[in-house]
């Protein structure tokens, strides 16, 4: 298999150890999770989208395991600005801030809270079961470039995060950039559900979510192959990575960094493991591999 040479690296204006980062909503909760996934291997960590206001979320089941990944509909709880203390033990690594809103004021209001904590702020317009957030704003791409521009004249890195579940991705992708975007994180999870048999009713106390893991790993290779040739900023592929060969054929495609979810609930040493296999010291530079399957 193809080795790279090993980091740091800096993608989206962000420098990071390595290619390999935690992805929102994964053992993002608190400052010392986040510290452990650090330790753990991880090139960057993303931390769990945070909002203009706490919320506790949708009812449970929030989480179900599929026989190829995971069905979730958390709803976006999170602490709000109470969460500005977890970071403060965290201040200098790579913590990419994950935040959502309603609108161009409270993105930007959420990042201002956390301006010399972030590394950079990742924006949720994707999230597929928040009603107001996420997904309703990022299929809109005036809404898009609204919120990036509202957020990126704080002149921190920013991310933009998008949902696969519109027609065209490189659409939003362009509005993003245009916005001020540093980066794009694609995808989210896709629009599912799943029902019980013996039950009658659907498996998720929200009825319907997002579908994660191996099963979409071929979806976010289009995005990513898409996006590259539509964009000019970097892309960061995210959606079913768990072995290193995974982030060799994202890079193939046009991504400079993957993001990783749903492996971290089967190996929480994912990132170490990957690493192993992934760099060597006679790996080539990443720039030979990064889009090469459009050549």
Request: proline share 6%.
């Amino acid at each position: 298999m193809i080795q790279l040479q090993n980091g740091p690296f800096e993608i989206g204006r962000v420098s990071m150890h390595n290619h390999l980062i935690l992805a929102a909503g994964v053992l993002g909760t608190t400052g010392s999770s986040l510290a452990r996934m650090l330790r753990l291997g991880a090139g960057a960590v993303v931390t769990k989208s945070i909002g203009p206001e706490p919320r506790d979320g949708h009812p449970g089941p929030c989480l179900v395991r599929l026989e190829n990944g995971y069905l979730n509909a958390m709803g976006l709880c999170n602490p709000s600005n109470a969460f500005v203390s977890e970071l403060k033990p965290l201040k200098g690594e790579p913590v990419i801030v994950s935040i959502f809103g309603g609108n161009p004021d409270e993105f930007a209001e959420v990042a201002s809270w956390f301006v010399g904590y972030a590394k950079a702020f990742e924006l949720n317009v994707s999230c597929p079961h928040a009603t107001g957030y996420g997904a309703s704003i990022g299929t809109v791409p005036d809404l898009v470039r609204a919120c990036t521009e509202a957020v990126s004249s704080l002149h921190i890195p920013t991310w933009v995060k998008l949902t696969p579940n519109v027609t065209d991705i490189t659409t939003i992708g362009r509005a993003a950039e245009e916005g001020g975007a540093d980066a794009l994180v694609a995808i989210n999870t896709v629009k599912a559900m799943r029902i019980s048999v013996p039950a009658k009713r659907p498996v998720l106390g929200n009825r319907y979510g997002g579908l994660s893991g191996k099963a979409v790993f071929p979806m976010a290779i289009r995005a990513v192959y898409d996006l590259f040739e539509a964009c000019s900023i970097p892309v960061i592929g995210c959606g079913g990575i768990g072995k290193a060969e995974d982030v060799i054929e994202m890079m193939m495609a046009g991504a400079c960094a993957v993001e990783i979810g749903s492996a971290v609930g089967e190996d929480v040493s994912v990132f170490e493991h990957i690493s192993r296999e992934l760099y060597s010291k006679d790996g080539v530079s990443d720039t030979e591999i990064v889009g090469c399957a459009h050549e």
